[in-house]
């Protein structure tokens, strides 16, 4: 795809030092035209790649335990740990998608890579799916009492086999797919700057298009026509998806990858090792690399570089930037002298882990959305008239009809009404609008709990079912909580990252998800493990869920949920921006002042700051 292997080279150069380059090529490797590459044109392609990808995986993850439960007789628990283990290696596998991405092959060669790779798992489900041979015996798990015939041997490896191909395929694109559409859009120019907090919003639009049309179109499918024709369905809606992508090669702002993102890391922390015993100096300018930094400015002689503001935080990595006055003039090795840019965004990566590590709960809740709430809809009254049935895995579709009105409203009237009160391009900021969705979820697990309390109470004791849009509350609070802290994550990741880390950190707002999916399993067995007892069974155990407590279960994650927003509190006020990765001056000094980083401004003035 790059032609311009002169280009490259240079650019590998120049990271090494650690100012990156801002070089952006077309197809064939030649410097982008501002007016040919980028912009909304291009991204559209990418969101259009966004919506049907996310189409095809809903429609498989959302209802797959519906698939394991009935199709391959896993028991009801193993199921849902099956379900959470594959989304959470979908998450988990979008660190390598970033690292290949930025390090070897850039966003576009990932995206079509995998993009084949998911292809091929999604057609190799529907094979499973339609041949009797391929699965175990018919058998009704529930009526049966759960002794059907197990899958196991080669017709339980297929189908993993098939799962995690999706994984993979899904977990390497995600990421780029986010970052690669936001790359469309130049930082250094102020409207498209404007429009980076647009595009984010957008791809959660494309997102929940997708979620939605999954939810009901393809879930219906999947129930009528079987579940062959779903995954065929969810191929077909694939290959849409790369066709999609193909089509915007042309017009495509295409970031050049830099070699291993990893080096200039380990770079920083042996030789901030090696130098431990140095005293760092008082005068900040005495570091090596600020001299492109001077009196608190970014010096202007190139626009096609980055640099990091110095500031206050893990100061002992400071000391990876003191040259070595011994006399001679040879230059040290990068193992022992590392740049004022590269230690600050070493300092990047440390300081996101908190926030990134408070939003693991959040994800263990949609955990449950996607499970149990699923089970919990199969337990309750799904008819809707004498002939129409609801399929229970529809049943998330509902916060995404909703989202679909509501995220533009957000776009076209919250977010020009908060940005006259708050001056931000994005009306609040993106720690901010996590913060919110963190609070919100919280309630989504009371009334989960709630209701699954009545539900149970109503099938035990009056012999009742409950009608299945009781629990549809869990369901549209959890959507309002995810359009906050989905967007907000991702807008944060990317923003605090620099020019050629993009899509990695990006990577790690998937890495929340699949942290949350892993800790649901973990969840499930130790609380089965803790509650049973010689006489009773633990709470999750059952394969029916009115011998389970399912309702106790959401309440505990109710109190972890709220724990875990006090948690976040803490942490969002302790994080630092970095003053030079501020889009706008404004931007900038709003944010200084949210988080009290007092210590920044010591050393740099916020009207010396060039936006």
């Known amino acids: 795809m790059m032609d311009g292997e002169g280009t490259r080279k240079n650019f590998n150069k120049e990271s090494v030092s650690g100012c990156v380059e801002k070089i952006s090529v077309d197809w064939r490797g ?7 590459h980028g912009g909304m044109t291009a991204a559209i392609f990418v969101l259009g790649l966004q919506a049907f990808e996310m189409m095809a995986i809903a429609a498989v993850g959302n209802n797959l335990i519906t698939y394991v439960f009935n199709e391959m007789h896993f028991p009801l628990s193993k199921s849902a740990n099956v379900v959470t283990n594959f989304i959470g290696t979908v998450f988990l596998l979008s660190l390598l998608g970033g690292f290949l991405s930025d390090s070897y092959l850039g966003s576009f060669w990932t995206m079509f890579i995998f993009g084949f790779v998911e292809l091929s798992g999604f057609i190799l489900l529907s094979v499973q799916a339609h041949l009797p041979q391929l699965r175990p015996p018919d058998c009704n798990m529930v009526s049966s009492g759960g002794h059907c015939l197990e899958a196991k041997g080669y017709k339980a490896l297929i189908f993993f086999v098939a799962l995690y191909l999706v994984a993979l395929g899904s977990g390497c694109l995600k990421p780029n797919i986010i970052s690669h559409g936001a790359d469309q859009f130049r930082k250094e120019d102020s409207k498209q700057s404007k429009r980076l907090s647009t595009y984010f919003n957008c791809a959660y639009f494309a997102f929940c298009t997708g979620e939605l049309v999954a939810l009901t179109v393809l879930v219906w499918v999947q129930t009528h026509s079987g579940m062959d024709v779903g995954f065929g369905v969810s191929a077909a809606a694939m290959a849409v998806g790369l066709i ?7 017009v495509y702002r295409n970031k050049l990858p830099r070699g291993s993102i990893f080096t200039p890391i380990a770079q920083v922390f042996v030789a ?6 140095q005293i760092c100096p008082s005068n900040t300018e005495m570091l090596h690399g600020s001299q492109n930094i001077v009196h608190g400015r970014i010096s202007s002689t190139s626009s096609n570089f980055n ?14 930037c003191i040259r070595i006055q011994d006399g001679t003039q040879m230059s040290e090795s990068p193992w022992r002298l590392c740049t004022v840019t590269q230690v600050e965004q070493v300092k990047i990566l440390i300081s996101v882990v908190p926030i990134f590590a408070c939003t693991i709960i959040f994800n263990t809740i949609l955990a449950q959305l996607q499970t149990f709430s699923v089970q919990q809809a199969s337990a309750m009254n799904t008819k809707l008239t004498k002939n129409f049935q609801i399929p229970p895995a529809s049943l998330q579709s509902i916060p995404y009809i909703m989202l679909i009105f509501v995220v533009p409203l957000y776009e076209t009237l919250f977010v020009p009404f908060a940005r006259k009160i708050t001056g931000r391009d994005s009306g609040i900021s993106p720690l901010q609008r996590v ?4 609070f919100i979820a919280t309630f989504s697990m009371v009334s989960a709990a709630l209701i699954e309390n009545k539900r149970r109470k109503m099938a035990l004791n009056l012999n009742k079912t409950l009608s299945i849009f009781w629990i549809a509350p869990q369901f549209l609070i959890f959507g309002v909580s ?3 802290t989905a967007v907000g994550l991702i807008e944060f990741f990317y923003k605090q990252s620099l020019e050629g880390m993009q ?4 990577a790690m707002t998937y890495c929340s998800y699949s942290f949350g999916f892993y800790l649901s399993s973990l969840l499930v067995s130790l609380v089965n493990k803790i509650t049973s007892s010689s006489s009773a069974s633990g709470w999750l155990s059952e394969n029916d869920l009115n011998n389970d407590r399912l309702d106790l279960f959401y309440w505990l994650l109710a109190a972890l949920s709220l724990i875990n927003f006090f948690n976040y509190l803490f942490w969002s006020r302790w994080y630092s921006y970095n003053p030079s990765l ?4 404004n931007e900038t000094q709003g944010q200084d002042s949210e988080n009290h980083s007092s210590n920044s401004s010591k050393h740099i003035g916020a009207n010396n700051i060039i936006p």
């Open 272 to 277: 901030a090792i090696k130098k431990r015993k």
């Open 435 to 438: 913060g919110i969705g963190l």
């Open 30 to 36: 030649r410097p982008c035209k501002p007016n040919t």
């Open 244 to 250: 999609s992508l193909i089509s915007g090669t042309l």
């Open 307 to 320: 640099n990091l503001l110095h500031t206050e935080k893990f100061r002992f990595l400071d000391k990876a």
């Open 503 to 506: 899509t990695f950190l990006t």
């Open 482 to 484: 995810e359009m906050f």
């Open 582 to 585: 501020s889009p706008s001056l």
